[in-house]
C-alpha cells in the first residue's frame, strides 16, 4: 500500500509518520486499540513502548503533569515526517488565560511536531471513543487547523467542558483540509 494520497492529478502529499508514545502507566492494551484507530487514516502508524514522563514535567501543587513540557520532550524523540502523540492517564494542565495551571484534556501547538492526550477527565461512559476522538482533535492541531464553530466537528473548541459525545467526525472543511494533508478520511 502506498504511503502517498493523490490530492489532484499533479499533486501526491506523503502522509507523516504517527509516533504513538505511551506514557507512565498508560496500558498497553489501550494504546494497541489506539494503533489499530489511527492506522485505518494513516498507513504509517509506530507504536512505542511506554516511557516515563519527562523529568521536572511533573507539576507537584496540583498532582498533574505539564503539557507544555512533555509535548517540548516529545517533539526531540522523532524525525522531520513524523508526528507524535503522548498518551496519558494522569491530568495534565497548560497555562491558560492567565491561569498558570488549567487542567485540560489534551494539548498540540498548530502547526506542530507533538501532542499530548490525557482520559483522566474523560467520562467512563464512552471513555474509549471520547479518547480517539481526542486523539484526532489533538493530532489537527499539529497539522495546522485551529477550533472550528461547527459544533459536531471533532475541532470543536472544548471550552473547559467534554463536548465529545456531541461531536460526530470532522466538518467538511475541516476533513477537506486533512485530507490535502494526505489523511485518509470517508
Known amino acids: 500500500m502506498s504511503c502517498k494520497n493523490k490530492n489532484n492529478e499533479n499533486t501526491i502529499i506523503a502522509q507523516k509518520v504517527i509516533v504513538i508514545q505511551p506514557l507512565g502507566n498508560f496500558q498497553q492494551k489501550q494504546s494497541q486499540k489506539v494503533f489499530a484507530e489511527i492506522k485505518a487514516i494513516n498507513s504509517k502508524v509506530i507504536l512505542m513502548d511506554n516511557i516515563e514522563f519527562p523529568e521536572k514535567s511533573f507539576y507537584s501543587p496540583r498532582n498533574r503533569y505539564r503539557a507544555d513540557s512533555i509535548i517540548k520532550n516529545l517533539k526531540n524523540k522523532i524525525g522531520k515526517d513524523s508526528v507524535i502523540v503522548g498518551l496519558s492517564h494522569f491530568d495534565i494542565s497548560t497555562t491558560k488565560n492567565g491561569i498558570k495551571d488549567w487542567g485540560i ?7 506542530g511536531k507533538a501532542c499530548v492526550v490525557s482520559d483522566f477527565r474523560l467520562s467512563s461512559k464512552n471513555k474509549n471513543e471520547q479518547f480517539y476522538k481526542l486523539v484526532l482533535h ?17 475541532m470543536r473548541d472544548a471550552e473547559g467542558g467534554n463536548p465529545f459525545d456531541q461531536e460526530k467526525s470532522f466538518c467538511n472543511n475541516c476533513k477537506s483540509f486533512l485530507k490535502s494533508k494526505g489523511w485518509r478520511l470517508i
Do not use: D, F, S, V
Not at 489533538?138 to 471533532?154: N, Y
Open 138 to 154: 489533538e493530532l489537527g492541531h499539529t497539522e495546522g487547523l485551529p477550533h472550528c464553530k461547527e459544533k459536531a466537528c471533532l
Open 105 to 111: 484534556m489534551g494539548l498540540g501547538y498548530r502547526p
